[in-house]
């Protein structure tokens, strides 16, 4: 299996002209082929057929799993955001679930709180925890780009859910009233998509929006630095029962950091001790 794996990547690398369709599916396809743990369940939702992505870690700890979603960004799949995220590789090490929702069609319906995709998430939280013990003090949720937005989307329009959530090249217009999960947020200087100075005023400057998210009623605190990595610029916006950590790329664009799975579980996992 890796063997073939490996030529489908040096193929699709080779065939720039390829038809896209066929590329896309292709590309796919060798996502699930490297998610050996990884099985697609298929719910109904208010009658509609949907589908999601489980990853389950090959040695489970003891007790409920910690899940985590992990939405993908417009025009991708569960599929390929599996692949491009890397949760499932952690979540082996650490031992917790990853549920990789699918869009219907090409992204998420995240603004106006649409109910069919908050329905969805109802619904594939209630399938997961039936597929397997879910810890429900440790549910967490991760998305980019279209993604992220449909990560706030859900926290919003269910509070208390999500013990934090991780936002990554993300759009935002200013968010929900509290409460809200703790938010680590990922943003490159360099994102022609959806750009960090946003577009006011439909979409917030990523800055802004990060310090909005720290804040309480009666409480706008002040960036606090933390410490820096070399091309990532680090601040946290904190108030009593708000959290918010931008993590600044410079010069990145509209894509996963590397090595960001990790760290989001990291800071997933503080947020629940």
């Known amino acids: 299996m890796r063997r073939a794996v490996l030529a489908l990547a040096l193929w699709l690398a ?9 590329t896309d599916r292709l590309a796919d396809w060798a996502a699930r082929a490297r998610a050996s743990g990884t099985v697609e369940r298929r719910i109904a939702v208010d009658g509609v057929p949907r589908s999601y992505r489980l990853h389950l870690p090959a040695d489970r ?3 409920p799993l910690a899940l985590v979603l992990d ?7 569960a599929a390929r955001e599996e692949g491009l995220s890397g949760f499932s ?4 090490r650490e031992g917790f679930a990853v549920a990789y929702p699918q869009a219907d069609g090409k992204g998420w319906r995240a603004f106006g709180n649409d109910g069919a995709d908050l329905a969805y998430v109802r619904a594939l939280l ?14 967490y949720a991760a998305g980019i780009s279209n993604g992220a937005q449909m990560t706030v989307a859900a926290a919003c329009a269910l509070p208390g859910r999500f013990a934090a959530v991780a936002l990554v090249a993300g759009g935002y217009s200013a968010p929900c009233a509290p409460p809200r999960p703790s938010a680590l947020i990922y943003h490159g200087t360099a994102d022609r998509v959806l750009a ?3 577009r006011p005023p439909e979409r917030l400057p990523v800055r802004d929006f990060a310090a909005a998210w720290g804040a309480a009623p009666g409480c706008e605190p002040a960036a606090e630095p933390l410490a820096a990595e070399a091309g990532a610029r680090r601040e946290r916006w904190a108030c ?5 950590e931008l993590v600044t790329l410079e010069g990145h664009g509209h894509a996963w ?10 800071f997933f996992r503080a947020r629940s001790e």
């Open 14 to 22: 080779a065939a720039p002209t390829a038809d896209a369709g066929v």
């Open 89 to 92: 590789a952690v979540a082996d």
């Open 257 to 266: 950091p590397e090595a960001a799975a990790a760290e989001i579980w990291r």
């Open 196 to 198: 960090y100075d946003g």
């Open 71 to 77: 939405f993908h960004g417009y025009g991708l799949t």
């Open 126 to 139: 209630a399938d997961v925890a039936r597929a397997a013990p879910v810890d429900p003090e440790r549910v």
């Open 61 to 63: 700890p003891e007790g």
């Open 240 to 244: 009593p029962g708000a959290l918010a």
